[in-house]
C-alpha cells in the first residue's frame, strides 16, 4: 500500500522546518552533554582557539555516520543491534553491547555528577540531592510519560543548548582570528594536543548516538498509522530521506556550532586569563564566573543542567535499546514499564549504576577517560558493521547507501579507528 495523501493542512505544517525535526536534532543535542561540555572546555581553555578546526573536520563525518544509521533504521524497521547481529557473530555484538553499557553508565555518572555540581554552584548547596533528583526525573519521565510527549519535550530541551550561544556574544571577540582558527591557519600538534584532539574525536562520535537515533527512527514508524520500513513501502523512501537528510544535518550542525561555541567562549575568557586547568564542565562554570561575569556563570551552569537532562534519557534509552534487540526483548518508550518491564530496567539499572560512581568516590575524570578509550575502541568494529548493513543489498534493498554516504560514512569509520589507535596509545 502506497502512502496516505497528506491533507491541506499536514502539506502547510511539513513547510516548516520544524515539522522535519526530530531524532536527529535530539541525537545532536545530547551529544553536547556535560561530559562533552567539560572536554570541549578543556580544549578552549588549554589551546585557545588553536582547536577550532577540528569541529569543521568533525561535521561532515559525524553528519555522515548518523545518516546512516537513521537509514538503516527507516529503511529495516529495525534498530542498529538487531541489524548488527546479522552481519556479525551474536557473540561479538552481545559484547560489543556489554562494553556498551559500562560505557554509557560511566558517562551517566559523569553526567549525573557535573548536573549536581552545576546546580549546586547556583543553588549554594545540596550537590548529591540535585544529582539523585535529576536522576529520579529522567527515569520516571522516560516510564510514564508516552513517547509522542516525551519526544517534544525532548526537542524542547535542546533550546538550553542556546546558553552557550549566548556566552559568545556577551564577550569580546576578534572574529577574524576564530574565523582562521577554523579553518586550522596557525594550528600546532604537540603531545597534548593529540590527546585532547582524540577526546574531542571520542566524544563528538559516540557508539551510543547511532543506536539512539536508528531506535528513534523505528520508534517514529511504529508510532504513525501510515509510516512502515521502506522496504515493505518504497513510496515513502522519497519523503523520509528528505526529512531525515534535514533532520540530521540541522541536528549535527546545532551539536558542532554549541561545541564551538563552548571552545570559543572558554578559550576568549579562561584561556586568555591563564586558567588552563578545566577538569569539569563545573569548573569551566566556577571559572568563567571571575572573567567573564555572573551572568555568563549563570547561563554556562544552567546549560549543563539542561543538555544533562536531555542526554541522560538518550544515554539509557540508547543501552536499553541495544541490549533489547540483541535478547529479542520487547522494548519502546511507549509501552508502559509492564509491558516491557526489561527494557525498562535496563534504564534504571543504568541510571542506578551512574548514581553509584557519584558516590563511590572514584576520579570521575579518569573514569570519563577510561569511558571514552572504551567508546573509541568499539565504535570502530559498530560503524564498519553499520556501513555493511547500510550497503547490502540484501538488507536495504534499492535503498543502499548511495557514493557520497559511502565514502563519508566509510572515510568517518577510518578516521575513527586511527582515533581508537591514537587513545590506545595516550592511554598506555
Given amino acids: 500500500m502506497s502512502e496516505a495523501r497528506p491533507s491541506l493542512r499536514q502539506r502547510l505544517r511539513s513547510v516548516a522546518l520544524g515539522s522535519q525535526l526530530g531524532p536527529g536534532l535530539i541525537t545532536g543535542a545530547a551529544d553536547d552533554d556535560p561530559s562533552g561540555i567539560a572536554t570541549y572546555s578543556q580544549a578552549g581553555a588549554q589551546f585557545g582557539f588553536g582547536l577550532l578546526w577540528t569541529m569543521v573536520l568533525t561535521f561532515p563525518l559525524m553528519a555522515a555516520i548518523q545518516m546512516v544509521s537513521a537509514h538503516i533504521g527507516r529503511v529495516t524497521g529495525r534498530g542498529l543491534a538487531s541489524n ?68 517534544r519535550l525532548l526537542t524542547v530541551l535542546t533550546l538550553s543548548l542556546l546558553a552557550y550561544v549566548a556566552v559568545v556574544f556577551i564577550i569580546h571577540l576578534d572574529w577574524s582570528v576564530v574565523g582562521w582558527s577554523m579553518l586550522g591557519v596557525g594550528a600546532t600538534l604537540t603531545p597534548a594536543a593529540a590527546t585532547v584532539i582524540v577526546a574531542i574525536f571520542g566524544t563528538t562520535i559516540s557508539p ?94 544552567l546549560g549543563i543542567v539542561g543538555t544533562g537532562l536531555l542526554a541522560i534519557p538518550v544515554l ?82 534499492d535503498f543502499t547507501a548511495g557514493p557520497a554516504l559511502r565514502i563519508l560514512g566509510w572515510t568517518s569509520t577510518a578516521v575513527m579507528a586511527a582515533a581508537a589507535v591514537a587513545m590506545v596509545v595516550t592511554s598506555v
Fill in 208 to 301: 551510543y548516538l547511532f543506536f539512539w537515533q536508528s531506535s528513534e527512527e523505528v520508534e517514529e514508524i511504529n508510532q504513525s498509522g501510515h509510516r512502515k520500513p521502506l522496504v515493505e513501502e518504497p513510496a515513502q523512501a522519497k519523503r523520509a530521506f528528505s526529512r531525515i537528510r534535514i533532520d540530521t544535518l540541522v541536528g549535527m550542525a546545532v551539536s558542532n556550532l554549541v561545541a564551538l561555541a563552548i571552545m570559543i567562549s572558554t578559550a576568549a575568557t579562561l584561556h586568555a586569563h591563564g586558567k588552563t586547568d578545566i577538569q569539569t564542565a563545573a569548573d569551566a562554570a566556577r571559572a568563567l564566573e571571575p572573567v567573564a561575569g555572573k551572568f555568563a556563570f549563570l547561563l554556562f551552569s
Fill in 316 to 397: 539509557a534509552g540508547s543501552t536499553a535499546y541495544a541490549v533489547c534487540e540483541t535478547r529479542g526483548w520487547k522494548l519502546g518508550l511507549d509501552n508502559k514499564p509492564w509491558e516491557a518491564v526489561g527494557f525498562y530496567t535496563i534504564i534504571a539499572a543504568a541510571v542506578g549504576f551512574g548514581l553509584v560512581i557519584d558516590y563511590s568516590g572514584l576520579d570521575p575524570i579518569k573514569a570519563l577517560y577510561w569511558s571514552a578509550v572504551v567508546n573509541g575502541l568499539i565504535a570502530v568494529p559498530m560503524m564498519a558493521a553499520m556501513m555493511i548493513v547500510a550497503t547490502s543489498k540484501k538488507k536495504m534493498g
Fill in 84 to 151: 548488527m547481529a546479522q552481519v556479525m557473530p551474536k557473540g561479538v555484538v552481545g559484547v560489543l553491547v556489554t562494553l556498551l553499557f559500562i560505557a554509557n553508565t560511566i558517562n551517566l555518572g559523569a553526567d549525573l555528577a557535573a548536573m549536581g555540581q552545576a546546580a549546586a554552584l547556583v543553588a549554594g548547596v545540596g550537590r548529591h540531592a540535585f544529582t539523585i533528583a535529576f536522576a529520579v526525573v529522567s527515569v520516571l519521565l522516560q516510564m510514564f510519560v508516552p513517547y509522542k510527549r516525551y519526544a
